[in-house]
């Protein structure tokens, strides 16, 4: 089970930072990401952060945002600077476990609501 935590509402050029906790499970192996999706819009990956560190950004979070892991503590974290209301969204914490004898292991959080005034 992923839970997110830290959504809210802020004013443009603030920043906000989102934590997925996983409870029942080690995320060790896995490749985790955040996604966000507004009404009409399909879900789109904000950030991905692979079992080995390495990271992926939309282009719209480049230079923005940073997606971190604590694998301790069984944590994924999103840090967003300089928001604008284009960032305004649902976001979603989300895990891939690659299964190399089956489908792969995913799951979503319920997701957090990010709001930004402008």
């Known amino acids: 089970q992923l839970e997110e935590s830290g959504g809210g509402l802020v004013q443009a050029g603030g920043s906000l930072r989102l934590s997925c906790l996983a409870s029942?499970?080690?995320?060790?192996?896995?490749?985790m990401g955040w996604f966000r999706q507004t009404p009409g819009k399909e879900r789109e990956m904000v950030a991905t952060v692979s079992a080995g560190g390495g990271t992926k950004y939309a282009d719209s979070a480049k230079g923005r945002f940073a997606i971190s892991r604590d694998n301790a503590n069984n944590t994924v974290y999103l840090q967003m600077n300089i928001l604008t209301p284009e960032d305004t969204a649902v976001y979603y914490c989300?895990?891939?476990?690659?299964?190399?004898?089956?489908?792969?292991?995913?799951?979503w959080g319920q997701g957090t609501l990010v709001t930004v005034s402008s």
């Open positions: 029942g499970r080690s995320l060790g192996t896995d490749t």
């Open positions: 989300h895990s891939r476990r690659v299964n190399p004898f089956g489908p792969n292991e995913e799951y």
